[in-house]
């Protein structure tokens, strides 16, 4: 398994941007598709978005589509989200996932490593 670690979250105002990073432990990073999700507080967790493995192909949920954009170094072994013009619905806690699973689709179930996860608050 990967191990990850996010960083980034914070307390921002409506229409305010924030970058959410995911570091990655090894050696094999760029031989898994990264994902983000997030949880609101009494809700699922939710599919935000996912990068495949050389950072060739995106998807987003509908919900973020357009505002936010998932991107990936595999230099760096690091995963980003840049959430740009934030809403009060975005706040929730964000999670990085990795797996080698191929295809994948955009359940939790289909990761198989979490990251800690990071807060995200949008006040109105």
């Known amino acids: 398994q990967v191990q990850l670690v996010e960083s980034g979250g914070g307390l921002v105002q409506a229409g305010d941007s924030l970058r959410l990073s995911c570091a990655a432990s090894?050696?094999?990073?760029?031989?898994?598709?990264m994902g983000w999700f997030r949880q609101a507080p009494g809700k699922e967790r939710e599919f935000v978005a996912r990068?495949?493995?050389?950072?060739?192909?995106?998807y987003y949920a509908d919900s973020v589509k357009g505002r936010f954009t998932i991107s990936r170094d595999n230099a760096k072994n690091t995963v980003y989200l840049q959430m740009n013009n934030l809403k009060p619905e975005d706040t929730a806690v964000y999670y990085c996932?990795?797996?080698?699973?191929?295809?994948?689709?955009?359940?939790?179930?289909?990761?198989?490593?979490w990251g800690q996860g990071t807060q995200v608050t949008v006040s109105s």
């Open positions: 990068i495949t493995r050389y950072g060739g192909r995106t």
């Open positions: 090894g050696r094999t990073f760029d031989s898994v598709t």
């Open positions: 996932a990795a797996d080698r699973k191929i295809p994948i689709g955009d359940s939790p179930g289909d990761f198989g490593s």
